[in-house]
């Protein structure tokens, strides 16, 4: 047997990675400037989040959820302090398109409703009900599809209001910045306006934090720029800096029913600890003010870079847009400079995602090298 191909690969070989760095075989050193598609947090193989785990691994690593884990309370109750969602309850699972089905299907379940709004350019996962609101045909099956999604432009406050007002929508799935896509924000007015209509039409808002939230624009999450409480919060990703778990962010209005979600592995002892080491470290080493700060850096200084065209995002999440396909010059950083960055959708654009503990030297390095590029 060998694995399925479906991975256009690259040809490094890392076997060791060190907080914002990776090593090959030959020893080569990489800046990660992307995290792997967002994931790493607090930065490879962090002294306390190895420590958590291996102590854990020692005790035990796993069992269902038919028995008490006071990891998960824990848990629940270490992100709903960090993140201000104290009220909230959360339900663990293994991955982002799992926490969104589990999002639509509790929205679902909550008023009975089928229809579900999302945006254009939108990536929510790949099962089921996460790829259908995901607006990118290539990677929905005819198995998958389904009737019952309406794509809106990002922003269009008329189209949504005109759709929403139909009094069918169950949920609104809307991503606190939309990632894959290039990095495009929904502006505070917006989402504070789809708060108000989704509460008048009863409709069940659902912020996909998912890329976007765990500190990367300097806040816990994105919509908190909005100062919006949306009903349900979907995360992933960054959330154990690599261990597979996913979490759903419930509001007090929806009614716990034994047995309607559940998970074999979701919120394990094993992910619990290592979603614990992120956020004591989170918490401790103080890095969401780091964000704040270097993000900010960064972005002035990238939008001084003659050749860059735009710079969109927040904190250390960021879309560098050039006036070309940014294929080559991430070709360039990666295989001369030992940089990863990230593409996106959008062709023109490098995805920035680093750890949110990435050095500042590893940043001053980029602007430098990508200038460079820029003008070779
Ligand atoms: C915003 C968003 N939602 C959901 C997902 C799906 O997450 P996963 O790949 O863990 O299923 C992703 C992955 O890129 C994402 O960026």
Redesign the pocket.
């Known amino acids: 047997m060998k694995p399925f191909d479906v991975y256009p690969l690259y040809d490094i070989k890392p076997v060791r990675a060190e907080g914002s760095y990776l090593y090959d075989e030959k020893g080569q050193k990489y800046t990660d400037l992307y995290g792997g598609?967002?994931v790493i947090s607090v930065g490879h193989s962090h002294p306390h989040y190895v420590r958590r785990i291996t102590e854990q691994l020692n005790n035990i690593a796993f069992y269902s959820n038919s028995v008490l884990n006071d990891l998960q309370t824990e848990l629940a109750h270490k992100l709903g302090k960090l993140s201000n969602y104290e009220d909230y309850s959360l339900f663990l699972c293994n991955?982002?398109?799992?926490?969104?089905e589990n999002a639509i299907k509790l929205a679902s379940f909550h008023n009975k409703r089928k229809k579900i709004i999302a945006f254009q350019r939108s990536?929510?996962?790949?099962?089921e009900a996460?790829v259908t609101i995901t607006d990118n045909p290539a990677i929905i099956s005819p198995a998958n599809q389904r009737e019952n999604v309406v794509f809106l432009p990002l922003n269009d406050l008329e189209a949504f209001e005109k759709e929403i007002r139909k009094g069918d929508i169950c949920a609104v799935v809307v991503?606190g910045i939309?990632?894959?896509s290039g990095i495009y924000e929904p502006t505070a007015e917006f989402l504070q306006s789809a708060q108000k209509l989704c509460s008048e039409y009863g409709t069940v808002l659902i912020l996909?934090e998912?890329?976007?939230g765990y500190g990367r624009t300097g806040k816990f999450f994105a919509h908190q720029f909005a100062n919006i409480r949306p009903d349900i919060i979907?995360v992933?990703?960054g959330m154990a800096n690599g261990f597979p778990i996913?979490g759903v962010l419930i509001s007090p209005v929806f009614e716990a029913v034994k047995g309607s979600l559940g998970t074999t592995f979701g919120g394990n002892h094993l992910a619990c600890a290592a979603a614990l080491a992120v956020l004591e470290i989170i918490e401790k080493e103080n890095l969401l003010k780091e964000v704040e700060r270097k993000g900010r850096d960064l972005i002035a200084k990238l939008r001084n870079l003659e050749g860059v065209k735009e710079v969109r995002g927040r904190g250390l999440m960021l879309g560098i847009e050039l006036p070309f396909s940014s294929k080559t010059i991430r070709e360039n950083l990666l295989f001369e400079d030992h940089i990863f960055v990230g593409s996106a959708h959008q062709a023109n654009t490098i995805r920035l995602l680093p750890a949110l503990n990435v050095p500042q030297e590893a940043l001053d390095d980029f602007v430098e090298k990508l200038n460079r590029c820029l003008h070779k």
Do not use: P
Request: negative net charge.
């Open positions: 598609h967002a991955s982002g398109a799992e926490a969104n990536f929510h996962g790949r099962t996460a991503e939309q990632g894959w996909d998912i890329q976007s979907t992933a990703k996913g």
